[in-house]
């Protein structure tokens, strides 16, 4: 069973005008976000809002979350706590904390 939840994230970026209000509701929490600038979880949602700014520009990245205490991995880190994660599965290993606050 994996250790972390991935999949992967949006961040799009409005040029010519600032993002909607209805939309700003699809900002993920606690990710950083400004009148310009939302991180979305879904295709559908970075569609839907490059739609609305035919300037903006979307942005894929890598995402992972820890099951056991919640950290979250962007980008490259996100990679490789992947491949820690499926090099642990291959080969029989427990996959090591990673954080302090992970046991």
């Known amino acids: 069973?994996?250790?972390t939840r991935g999949g992967h994230v949006y961040r799009?970026?409005?040029f010519s005008r600032e993002i909607p209000q209805c939309y700003r509701r699809w900002a993920i929490r606690d990710f950083t976000h400004t009148s310009h600038v939302i991180w979305v979880r879904t295709r559908k949602r970075r569609d839907a809002l490059l739609i609305c700014d035919r300037s903006a520009?979307?942005?894929k990245?890598?995402?992972r979350q820890?099951?056991?205490?919640?950290?979250?991995?962007l980008g490259f880190v996100?990679?490789?706590?992947?491949a820690?994660?499926?090099h642990?599965?291959?080969?029989?290993?427990?996959?090591?904390?990673?954080c302090l606050g992970c046991g």
């Not at 820890?66 to 979250?72: T, V, W, Y």
């Not at 996100?78 to 992947?82: G, K, Q």
């Not at 642990?88 to 990673?98: D, I, S, V």
């Open 84 to 86: 820690e994660e499926e």
């Open 1 to 3: 069973m994996p250790e």
């Open 88 to 98: 642990a599965q291959k080969n029989g290993l427990p996959l090591p904390p990673c």
């Open 78 to 82: 996100a990679l490789m706590r992947r």
């Open 12 to 14: 799009v970026e409005f």
């Open 61 to 63: 990245h890598e995402y």
């Open 57 to 59: 520009r979307a942005d």
């Open 66 to 73: 820890c099951k056991r205490c919640g950290r979250r991995y």
